[in-house]
């Protein structure tokens, strides 16, 4: 495989989860919050150009606790009663380019910010960057055209 030597390239990705309480906790399960768990490039800018899909792996009392997720938006809403951490797996356009993960705990319950409209949510969401060096010249490609 060609790679490019001494090059290295920086995609900025946030990470993060909403969360909103039911308006009355289910009995069937015992839900109580509706969530949504995401992963998308800082800039706006088409990632479908490097990122071949991400994979969310939930806690193991959900059904089908791994999704995949081939198209943006990259996320998974979901209903849940609990906090649990949540491994967000990033595959590459380029298969030589080995997936990496981050690992993001679920939050439900804070912390809390209000929206412009008056209305409460929990919001977390953290700032990282995924590192290139000397990646495939078919990466580097996709990458600048992302
Ligand atoms: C806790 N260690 O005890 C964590 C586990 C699990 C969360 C949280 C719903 C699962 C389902 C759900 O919220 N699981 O009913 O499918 O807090």
């Keep these: 495989i060609e790679r490019m030597k001494k090059k290295t390239l920086v995609k900025p990705i946030v990470y993060g989860n909403t969360a909103t309480p039911l308006l009355q906790?289910?009995?069937?399960?015992?839900?109580?919050?509706?969530?949504?768990?995401?992963l998308k490039p800082y800039l706006a800018e088409d990632p479908t150009k490097w990122i071949r899909k991400v994979q969310f792996k939930l806690h193991e009392s959900y059904a089908n606790q791994t999704r995949i997720i081939e198209t943006p938006p990259y996320?998974?809403?979901?209903t849940g009663w609990g906090e649990f951490e949540i491994q967000i797996r990033i595959y590459f356009v380029d298969n030589n380019e080995k997936p990496i993960s981050v690992?993001?705990?679920?939050r439900l319950f804070q912390p809390v910010v209000e929206l412009p409209s008056g209305k409460s949510v929990v919001c977390t969401e953290f700032y990282d960057e995924i590192?290139?060096?000397e990646p495939t010249v078919q990466m580097y490609?996709?990458?600048?055209?992302?």
Excluded: C, N
């Design 25 to 38: 906790k289910r009995d069937s399960d015992q839900h109580t919050h509706q969530w949504t768990v995401f």
């Design 75 to 78: 996320e998974v809403t979901e």
């Design 103 to 106: 690992f993001h705990y679920l």
């Design 131 to 133: 590192i290139f060096q």
């Design 141 to 146: 490609r996709a990458l600048q055209a992302g």
